[in-house]
């Protein structure tokens, strides 16, 4: 970061409750991530965006943060196990193809609830 874009100044600011509640729920009405880059942008006299709250696109966001999370897992455990089959004979290759065939479960298990998961938010917007 350049020397002249640091924050290295502080303000500090007293408030009584009812400013410091009302200024947290017009921040809690807005896209910013930090009270601080808010409370700079209005100092400043920039764009303070609003926010509309999609409850629904928030649950989508999360069911889909966490379909992510579990399928980058599964691919880490599928690379693995290519890398441990192409590297062994015999036995072991028995074993590493049967945790290949549980593997292989639970990829169409996943792959299941990501069509349920994707059918049912389909349902669901096209009934609004």
């Given at each position: ?46 764009l303070v965006i609003g926010r509309y709250k999609d409850t629904g696109m928030q649950e989508l966001l999360a ?42 479960r639970v990829i169409e298990d996943s792959l299941k609830s990501v069509t349920l998961f994707i059918n049912q ?8």
């Amino acid at each position: 970061m350049k020397e002249e874009n640091k924050r290295n100044k502080w303000l500090h600011v007293r408030l009584t409750l009812q400013e410091y509640e009302k200024i947290q729920t017009a921040f809690g009405q807005t896209v910013h991530e930090s009270l601080s880059d808010y409370t700079r942008k209005l100092l400043l006299k920039k764009l303070v965006i609003g926010r509309y709250k999609d409850t629904g696109m928030q649950e989508l966001l999360a069911e889909l943060t966490s379909l992510r999370r579990d399928l980058h897992g599964i691919a880490t455990n599928y690379n693995q196990l290519v890398k441990k089959i192409n590297s062994t004979a015999g036995n072991e290759l028995k074993i590493h193809l049967s945790e290949g065939k549980i593997l292989q479960r639970v990829i169409e298990d996943s792959l299941k609830s990501v069509t349920l998961f994707i059918n049912q938010s389909a349902a669901k917007w096209l009934q609004s």
